[in-house]
């Protein structure tokens, strides 16, 4: 459903101008391939050309698609002067697992951090921070990390950090590796961080990398005090809220009972925390602009994960249904000819991010990544969207697996689960699957797969869609 702007307040984006950025990214052709570094050098100018980018990295917690409301300088600046991809995901919906495969280019099944408690089972040798530090980028983060991780433990290959210990007011963090509680709304101090951080670079002439990540959206979904009564724009649900027959669904969905009240509020609560990060962004747009480095700094925006608002009865995300793993995706660097205003209809997901930012600092891609840069042609079909289950409680869904195009989604849910390392336990045997034909049912409201035949299941390709889903959970 679409989403229309707030109204402007102090320092923002006015509604005409966020109206005619939109436009203009809605009028463009659409991407097929992005301009590769050394084809797009003479979109630049002489030696800014040449020289490597700086490299900011935006990742937002359960920020949704259909938040678009509470972005607006931020779509402004990366949608109006960059690329929107229309097809973004998440290719495992819950936190740790998806920002170890942007660090790493790697499915959850390969970098091993299967849920939230297995961070550390991440290999730091892998991940786009090291490269980058090793190849000579100053580096910093500034926000959330990774779940589990101890606070008092220093992120490896960031050279400069404020590492928080998640929370909205007065948390603690980890600066530099010294523990303390800093006062004040987080996404504030993230902002302030990071601006610090970017006026070194008059004095530092490293390029850099900035990974900055916000609590927002995430629950509790505490907005900063001036946004906490902000009307936000009225709410009717979709037709997949909450869904009043569910008999085609897996055990946990039939049983789920969030309604469209819930989800009112769950959006109400992650617009209002958005706010302030839309804030963040323009600040740090506003920065760059000023040091003179706007032209060449490859600009990442993404969550790290979607979030449902009552779809199917349900409001939270780990779940195989679209709200759930598809998320928000922008990317912006005008000095390599990607600041026009366009869209991409590619299927891109998290893992792609760490190949993109590598080959934009012209670093080799190193072995086992499975994504593949977005400054390049390749395009794939299909997506493996995938979730363990961690511990063996009988709450919520089952480990799953699921085959995602544009046009249909298969999954299969398996007897499988996963203790706080990672550390995969159970006979793997199919339990329930599901078919959607996204095309006539976007919403996900008939499982084409329940109580079908054999000849219906035939007639869908699904022999030939679980043997594909089989190959990438095994590749």
Same mark, same amino acid.
Request: hydrophobic share 30%; net charge neutral.
């Given at each position: 459903m679409s989403e229309h702007p707030r109204t402007p307040r102090t320092g923002s984006v006015g509604r005409r101008g966020f109206i005619a950025g939109a436009a203009a990214v809605a009028a463009s052709a659409t991407a097929t391939g992005l301009a590769h570094p050394a084809a797009a050098a003479a979109a630049g100018n002489g030696s800014a050309a040449a020289a490597r980018p700086n490299i900011l990295l935006i990742v937002t917690d359960d920020q949704p698609k259909h938040t678009d409301w509470a972005i607006p300088q931020t779509i402004d600046w990366l949608g109006g002067h960059g690329v929107t991809f229309t097809h973004g995901h998440s290719a495992t919906p819950l936190c740790a697992p998806s920002r170890s495969s942007i660090f790493s280019g790697r499915h959850a099944h390969h970098h091993g951090v299967r849920n939230n408690a297995a961070s550390h089972s991440l290999d730091q040798s892998t991940t786009v921070q090291r490269h980058l530090a090793q190849a000579g980028y100053r580096t910093g983060l500034f926000g959330?990390?990774?779940?589990?991780?101890?606070?008092?433990?220093?992120?490896?290959?960031?050279?400069?950090? *404020?590492?928080?210990?998640?929370?909205?007011? /007065?948390? !603690?963090?980890? +600066?530099?590796?010294?523990?303390?509680?800093?006062?004040?709304?987080?996404?504030?101090?993230?902002?302030?961080?990071?601006?610090?951080?970017?006026?070194?670079?008059?004095?530092?002439?490293?390029?850099?990398?900035?990974?900055?990540?916000?609590?927002?959206?995430?629950?509790?979904?505490?907005?900063?005090?001036?946004? *906490?009564?902000?009307?936000?724009?009225?709410? /009717?649900? !979709?037709?997949? +809220?909450?869904?009043?027959?569910?008999?085609?669904?897996?055990p946990y969905i039939r049983n789920a009972t969030s309604t469209l009240d819930d989800g009112r509020e769950t959006r109400t609560r992650q617009l209002r925390s958005l706010l302030s990060v839309d804030d963040a962004v323009q600040a740090i747009r506003e920065k760059l602009a000023a040091l003179g480095q706007l032209e060449n700094t490859l600009v990442i925006f993404t969550g790290d994960n979607g979030y449902t608002w009552a779809d199917h009865g349900w409001t939270k995300k780990s779940v195989p249904y679209s709200p759930a793993h598809e998320v928000p995706f922008y990317l912006s660097w005008p000095a390599r000819g990607l600041g026009g205003g366009t869209t991409d209809q590619r299927i891109v997901a998290n893992i792609d991010i760490a190949p993109t930012i590598l080959d934009a600092a012209?670093?080799?891609r190193p072995a086992g990544q499975d994504g593949r840069s977005l400054l390049g042609p390749a395009a794939r079909d299909h997506l493996l969207v995938q979730w363990w289950k961690q511990g063996t409680g009988a709450e919520g869904p089952t480990s799953w697996a699921s085959y995602v195009a544009k046009d249909k989604q298969y999954t299969e849910y398996y007897d499988l689960r996963t203790d706080a390392a990672g550390n995969v336990s159970g006979t793997g045997q199919v339990t329930f699957r599901e078919y959607y034909d996204l095309a006539a049912d976007p919403y996900q409201l008939k499982n084409l797969l329940y109580q079908a035949t054999p000849a219906q299941e035939q007639a869908l390709g699904v022999p030939a869609l679980a043997a594909q889903l089989a190959a990438d959970r095994s590749a």
């Open positions: 959330k990390y990774l779940n589990s991780w101890t606070l008092a433990d220093n992120p490896p290959h960031f050279e400069e950090f *404020a590492l928080l210990q998640p929370g909205y007011n /007065n948390a !603690r963090w980890n +600066v530099d590796g010294t523990v303390q509680q800093l006062s004040g709304y987080t996404t504030n101090i993230v902002k302030n961080r990071t601006l610090a951080f970017l006026d070194k670079s008059t004095t530092d002439t490293r390029p850099w990398f900035a990974y900055v990540t916000p609590y927002a959206s995430h629950a509790p979904n505490t907005p900063a005090p001036k946004y *906490a009564e902000t009307p936000v724009p009225a709410w /009717n649900g !979709r037709p997949s +809220v909450p869904e009043d027959d569910r008999s085609d669904k897996p012209g670093i080799a």
